[in-house]
């Protein structure tokens, strides 16, 4: 069959998108799903800073691919094995596969599948196959979704079914944004009722690190950015007190306003300078959590004998250490109690082929979240 999806040729062109036009829009020819896969209908993906990393080769990525890992849509067919999903159902695209069988998985931690991860570097679904041709010539996919797309084909481990209550162009946040920075603080960080909390870098995933931080209970959220717009967004969300991260003395500022430092600091900007901030933030026996995606060469250091003479913690977050089949739908339940108002960081929505444009909103630091309507 068909399907029109925005397609990455090359890497690193300049800004402003809408002039170099990094994205093409064409039509591919897609595969019918094999065994262990679907065919899904894609009726919303949000653009986020993941897809822009690739775009300006921060995150380096096999060309050509089609785009988009933040995604909803409808199950239109499923291939051989795959018994427990219909069409029909309602379902929430999840950007690492998990394989089931290797150690992590075992573990219980499919974010941190091998086999996910080795093919999502190698551009395939978890076969190791592409089902996404130009003209007789394979389209890698990208981190096994290409949501920037009509009609995907995807393994089975790639979507979360999810109930049909809530619109597409919401659903489809909870499978990058709020996975991930809701899941950084309950998961990864597991923060507790009472404590204090620091985001650094309020994009989609820092903002929804925010919500869940004020789901969580924290008392004092401190919210740190670049942009002075969006510092008073983050003021109604929820943040007790926010400093522009330009400011000299930031630093002191936020340790003058939190009794010395905060509980848990996380970085959600995928950058050195906001990891150094939010490391110095950190009080004494707190821990510090990173969610950004830095360019491979961008190194962080720091003074070693704090980590020691503080008992300070430093981790990582990927996915929001989340198992996506258990945190999504308990996610979206939080949002129809509530509890996480999701939709309040949906900026707006647009069509596939105004998607470059879209991308220098999100890279000028316009938009919160702006979703795509294939």
């Known amino acids: 069959m068909k399907t029109k999806s925005a397609v990455l040729y090359e890497l690193g062109l300049s800004r402003p998108y809408a002039e170099s036009q990094p994205l093409k829009i064409r039509e591919l020819e897609l595969d019918p799903p094999k065994r262990g896969e679907i065919l899904v209908r894609i009726k919303a993906a949000g653009l986020c800073h993941s ?13 050509p691919m089609a785009l988009g890992h933040e995604a909803a849509g409808i199950v239109e067919k499923v291939g051989e094995g795959v018994d427990d999903l219909q069409e029909g159902d309602h ?30 570097n190698q ?7 592409r089902r996404l041709h130009e003209n007789g010539s394979d389209i890698h996919h990208h981190l096994g979704v290409s949501a920037f797309s009509e009609y995907v084909v995807v ?6 079914k999810v109930d049909k209550d809530v619109p597409f162009e919401r659903l489809a946040l909870f499978g990058c944004a709020v996975m991930t920075g809701v899941g950084a603080v309950v998961n990864t960080a597991k923060v507790q009722m009472g404590s204090t909390v620091a985001i ?21 959220i401190v ?59 950190t009080r004494r026996g707190g821990m510090t959590i990173t969610t950004g995606l830095p360019h491979p060469s961008h190194k962080f250091s720091f003074t070693q004998v704090t980590l020691t003479a503080e008992e300070r913690t430093m ?17 979206i339940d939080m949002y129809k109690q509530g509890k996480l108002p999701i939709d309040k960081l949906l900026s707006g929505t647009i069509p596939l082929e105004q998607i470059n444009e879209g991308f220098d909103r999100l890279s000028n ?10």
């Open 51 to 63: 897809d822009l990393s690739v775009i300006n080769g921060d995150r380096p990525r096999p060309t």
């Open 200 to 220: 650094v870098g309020l994009g989609g995933v820092g903002l929804s690190a925010l919500l869940g931080a004020v789901a969580s209970g924290a008392r004092k």
């Open 365 to 374: 630091g316009e938009v919160n979240r702006l979703v795509v309507l294939p």
């Open 223 to 281: 919210a740190i950015d670049l942009n002075q717009e969006k510092l008073e967004f983050a003021k109604q969300l929820g943040a007790t007190d926010v400093f522009n991260a330009g400011d000299e003395h930031v630093v002191e500022n936020v340790k003058a306003a939190t009794d010395g430092g905060v509980d848990y600091a996380f970085e959600t900007a995928g950058a050195v300078p906001a990891m150094d901030t939010a490391y110095k933030i």
């Open 91 to 120: 379902v929430v695209c999840v950007f690492v596969p998990s394989c089931g069988h290797c150690l992590p998985c075992q573990e219980g931690r499919p974010a941190l599948c091998e086999k996910g991860a080795e093919t999502n």
């Open 123 to 129: 551009g395939t679904l978890l076969s190791g196959e």
């Open 155 to 160: 393994a089975r481990n790639s979507v979360v």
């Open 315 to 331: 981790k990582g977050s990927y996915v929001g250490s989340c198992v996506p089949s258990r945190d999504i739908p308990r996610f």
